[in-house]
């Protein structure tokens, strides 16, 4: 059974900082892309940047250049940090793990509120 613990989301003032961190554990698991996405109220789930096992990257146009997402494979662990925090980023962020057999795995998401 795959489990993914997130942690890091929180509250925070526009212009803010935030870095969630994702751990990923299970029997039997490979990794292939590890993820975030996240959603709005009312809004459908999209994607805010992945990581594939050999480090390249990929960013939603709204996060480019304030968004950093990286990876420890020895740890299976994806982070996000997050500069420049806008109101339009709250949301729920959500961990998402592919595996190397194609399978997507979400963690249970962590909560990133911008307000002043």
């Known amino acids: 059974q795959v489990q993914l613990v997130e942690s890091g989301g929180g509250s925070v003032q526009p212009g803010g900082s935030l870095r969630l961190s994702c751990v990923a554990s299970?029997?039997?698991?490979?990794?292939?892309?590890m993820g975030w996405y996240r959603q709005a109220p009312g809004k459908q789930r999209e994607l805010v940047a992945t990581?594939?096992?050999?480090?390249?990257?990929n960013y939603a146009d709204s996060v480019k250049g304030r968004f950093t997402i990286s990876r420890d494979n020895a740890k299976n662990t994806v982070y996000l940090q997050m500069n420049s925090l806008k109101p339009e980023d709250a949301a729920v962020y959500y961990c998402?793990?592919?595996?190397?057999?194609?399978?997507?795995?979400w963690g249970e998401g962590t909560l990133v509120t911008v307000s002043s």
């Open positions: 998402n793990v592919r595996s190397l057999g194609s399978v997507d795995y």
């Open positions: 299970g029997s039997k698991f490979s990794i292939n892309v």
């Open positions: 990581v594939t096992r050999g480090g390249s990257t």
